[in-house]
């Protein structure tokens, strides 16, 4: 261990330290195992120290510490990130944020907190204190925290009504710390908060979040077959069309999905069944029934409020987004996963044709969601994966074929996005981390500016393999 990190922990002392490294190297790890490109290169990342700030002042302390003794710094929360967000490229110390879980006000349409409160948590609270909602959530709600959405997330439960989290509104306020000689606070609102939002914790730390809200329901949760995967998409984004009904997911999954990696719907489902899963306001009940009454294709097999199942499924958002990926690696650890954005007004046309190029070798398993008023696809689709190559050569035919690739199986903002600089991210770490010291390896236009993406960047500062 070298000297800065070890007079770094010196200065930290009086803090809530760990350095054992089992568990150092737990808190050192998100979910990139979900791609066999990024486990064979990130398995063996790990920090030095982790540290656990009970407040923003003692952050201050610890950036003020870690910038002298020339100490990289990953923020994380629970580490449910698929990507290696929070992986700890150049070792140092991991910043972690479980103890700074309050919930600090809730008023009409709007709720403040602290980033390391788990999103469940931030959703039971602002329901029993106030009968509101938060808008929007990953299907790892149980363990994933509100800070850990923000810098890392996209979208998910909810964003077939409400978009993608950097959308206008969708963020009210950001309070963050910079890595300075002597930090400073600051405050971001309107359109300043794209400098900090899915910023990965590269160029300042979020220590308070302020975000909308919306009126609490007892969401009612179905699943419904059909025999035709497009027909399964058209009910799903006709339905997300229906001004009056108001939805909070629409996620189709095509065959055999459900029948191979869902253990509780397998009994009511055939090899070829495609299903979609929803999630329905109770009042617009009766709306949605006389929708699906019209759509004789669509078959009803499970309802929340109704269930005459022998084991209850769960909720029904837990079987979408990327908890899709997780229950399929459950059953088969050899598949992996894309993430695609199929654009409106040509999603349907897209998805057609992928399907009709890769068959069984690529499962769609679609999610609804809203993109400046247009109701249009993202996607995770579950590619049975044989090599790395193959892997690049599915990402390049979708993206010839005018699909939208956020590629899992990279670790930097910029290939994990759309491959363009952001420059109000880059500005702002030119501002606020003048050593690069936040999150190393994870912005190629601070490492690299001239870099071109014909290939996988990969971070020249990585630890190296054991």
Request: with cysteine.
């Given at each position: 261990?070298?000297?800065?990190?070890?007079?770094?922990?010196r200065e930290l002392r009086h803090m809530e330290i760990d350095d054992n490294p089992v568990s150092v190297k737990a808190k050192s790890r998100d979910f990139f195992w979900?791609?066999?490109?990024?486990?064979?290169?990130?398995?063996?990342?790990?920090?030095?120290?982790?540290?656990?700030?009970?407040?923003?002042?003692?952050?201050?302390?610890?950036?003020?510490?870690?910038?002298?003794?020339?100490?990289?710094?990953?923020?994380?929360?629970?580490?449910?990130?698929?990507?290696?967000?929070?992986?700890?490229?150049?070792?140092?110390?991991?910043?972690?944020?479980?103890?700074?879980?309050?919930?600090?006000?809730?008023?009409?349409?709007?709720?403040?907190?602290?980033?390391?409160?788990?999103?469940?948590?931030?959703?039971?609270?602002?329901?029993?204190?106030?009968?509101?909602?938060?808008?929007?959530?990953?299907?790892?709600?149980?363990?994933?925290?509100i800070g850990g959405f923000i810098a890392g997330g996209s979208g998910g439960v909810g964003s077939c009504t409400w978009g993608q989290l950097r959308d206008v509104g969708?963020?009210?306020?950001?309070?963050?710390?910079?890595?300075?000689?002597?930090?400073?606070?600051?405050?971001?609102?309107?359109?300043?908060?794209?400098?900090?939002?899915?910023?990965?914790?590269?160029?300042?730390?979020?220590?308070?979040?302020?975000?909308?809200?919306?009126?609490?329901?007892?969401?009612?949760?179905?699943?419904?077959?059909?025999?035709?995967?497009?027909?399964?998409?058209?009910?799903?984004?006709?339905?997300?069309?229906?001004?009056?009904?108001?939805?909070?997911?629409?996620?189709?999954?095509?065959?055999?999905?459900?029948?191979?990696?869902?253990?509780?719907?397998?009994?009511?489902?055939?090899?070829?069944?495609?299903?979609?899963?929803?999630?329905?306001?109770?009042?617009?009940?009766?709306?949605?029934?006389?929708?699906?009454?019209?759509?004789?294709?669509?078959?009803?097999?499970?309802?929340?409020?109704?269930?005459?199942?022998?084991?209850?499924?769960?909720?029904?958002?837990?079987?979408?987004?990327?908890?899709?990926?997780?229950?399929?690696?459950?059953?088969?650890?050899?598949?992996?996963?894309?993430?695609?954005?199929?654009?409106?007004?040509?999603?349907?046309?897209?998805?057609?044709?992928?399907?009709?190029?890769?068959?069984?070798?690529?499962?769609?398993?679609?999610?609804?969601?809203?993109?400046?008023?247009?109701?249009?696809?993202?996607?995770?689709?579950?590619?049975?994966?044989?090599?790395?190559?193959?892997?690049?050569?599915?990402?390049?035919?979708?993206?010839?074929?005018?699909?939208?690739?956020?590629?899992?199986?990279?670790?930097?903002?910029?290939?994990?996005?759309?491959?363009?600089?952001?420059?109000?991210?880059?500005?702002?770490?030119?501002?606020?981390?003048?050593?690069?010291?936040?999150?190393?390896?994870?912005?190629?236009?601070?490492?690299?500016?001239?870099?071109?993406?014909?290939?996988?960047?990969?971070?020249?500062?990585?630890?190296?393999?054991?």
């Amino acid at each position: 261990m070298n000297a800065g990190i070890e007079a770094a922990k010196r200065e930290l002392r009086h803090m809530e330290i760990d350095d054992n490294p089992v568990s150092v190297k737990a808190k050192s790890r998100d979910f990139f195992w979900y791609s066999p490109v990024l486990k064979d290169r990130l398995d063996h990342i790990g920090a030095d120290f982790v540290v656990n700030p009970r407040s923003e002042a003692e952050i201050v302390q610890i950036l003020a510490s870690c910038y002298k003794h020339d100490v990289p710094l990953t923020t994380r929360g629970t580490g449910t990130g698929n990507y290696g967000q929070a992986m700890p490229l150049a070792g140092g110390c991991v910043m972690h944020m479980r103890n700074m879980s309050a919930v600090k006000e809730i008023h009409p349409g709007r709720v403040i907190v602290e980033p390391g409160c788990l999103l469940k948590e931030l959703d039971e609270h602002c329901r029993k204190h106030s009968s509101q909602e938060i808008r929007m959530f990953s299907s790892t709600w149980a363990t994933a925290t509100i800070g850990g959405f923000i810098a890392g997330g996209s979208g998910g439960v909810g964003s077939c009504t409400w978009g993608q989290l950097r959308d206008v509104g969708n963020i009210i306020r950001l309070r963050v710390v910079t890595m300075e000689e002597q930090p400073r606070i600051l405050e971001f609102r309107g359109d300043e908060l794209p400098r900090v939002s899915h910023a990965y914790g590269t160029n300042g730390i979020i220590t308070e979040i302020e975000i909308p809200l919306a009126p609490a329901y007892d969401w009612v949760g179905m699943f419904l077959a059909f025999d035709d995967f497009m027909d399964s998409a058209r009910f799903a984004i006709d339905l997300a069309n229906q001004d009056g009904i108001l939805i909070k997911l629409a996620n189709p999954f095509e065959a055999p999905i459900a029948h191979e990696y869902f253990p509780r719907i397998k009994p009511y489902v055939s090899s070829d069944t495609n299903l979609v899963g929803i999630m329905v306001a109770p009042h617009s009940l009766d709306g949605f029934m006389t929708f699906a009454a019209a759509r004789p294709e669509a078959k009803i097999i499970y309802r929340s409020d109704d269930n005459d199942w022998k084991r209850d499924p769960g909720p029904v958002f837990e079987y979408g987004w990327n908890h899709t990926t997780l229950r399929a690696l459950r059953i088969d650890p050899s598949i992996t996963y894309l993430q695609v954005r199929y654009g409106f007004p040509r999603h349907l046309e897209l998805v057609a044709r992928v399907r009709e190029e890769f068959g069984g070798e690529v499962l769609q398993h679609l999610e609804v969601i809203r993109e400046n008023g247009k109701a249009m696809f993202a996607g995770l689709p579950i590619v049975k994966f044989t090599n790395e190559e193959r892997l690049d050569e599915i990402v390049r035919i979708h993206e010839e074929m005018g699909c939208m690739i956020f590629n899992p199986h990279r670790y930097t903002l910029e290939e994990g996005g759309r491959q363009t600089v952001d420059r109000r991210q880059l500005e702002f770490k030119r501002e606020a981390d003048p050593k690069g010291l936040l999150n190393p390896g994870k912005m190629i236009a601070w490492d690299d500016p001239d870099w071109d993406f014909g290939r996988m960047y990969e971070y020249r500062g990585i630890q190296p393999k054991p």
